[in-house]
């Protein structure tokens, strides 16, 4: 029933922006907890972004240090959505991005990913140098 989309990925050069975002579906639950991670094939699995949301209510944002100063998380309502807002872009964030979720009260700053019950396909983003 749930179901995560993401889009917005693509090719950019160094310094450039992108915004990602994940189209959340399928749930009952007002409260959210809705993180963002990233992936190189072959390597582990990094939290980027993670939001703590109640109906259009945002409770709190965090941003793991290697994305703090450039990236921003946020919500729209109306549209079922979270953003990923990526600026400042460097070659060290090529990766596979992955948007999470998990539905109830549970939800706190740096979250794992073994927290989240719901993932989506995940976008390619790549940052040339």
């Known amino acids: 029933q749930v179901q995560l989309v993401e889009s917005g990925g693509g090719s950019v050069q160094a310094g450039g922006s992108l915004r990602l975002s994940c189209e959340v579906s399928g749930y009952t639950y007002s409260r959210k907890c809705i993180a963002w991670f990233r992936q190189v094939p072959g390597k582990e699995r990094e939290g980027v972004a993670i939001?703590?949301?109640?109906?259009?209510?945002?409770?709190?944002?965090d941003l793991w240090d290697s994305v703090k100063g450039r990236f921003t998380i946020s919500q729209d309502y109306a549209k079922n959505t979270v953003y990923l807002q990526m600026d400042s872009l460097k070659p060290e964030d090529t990766a596979i991005y992955y948007c999470?979720?998990?539905?109830?009260?549970?939800?706190?700053?740096?979250?794992?990913?073994?927290?989240?019950?719901?993932w989506g396909q995940g976008t390619q983003v790549t940052v040339a140098s």
């Open positions: 939001i703590s949301t109640g109906g259009p209510n945002t409770y709190w944002a």
């Open positions: 999470a979720a998990r539905f109830g009260e549970l939800c706190w700053a740096t979250m794992g990913g073994e927290k989240f019950g719901y």
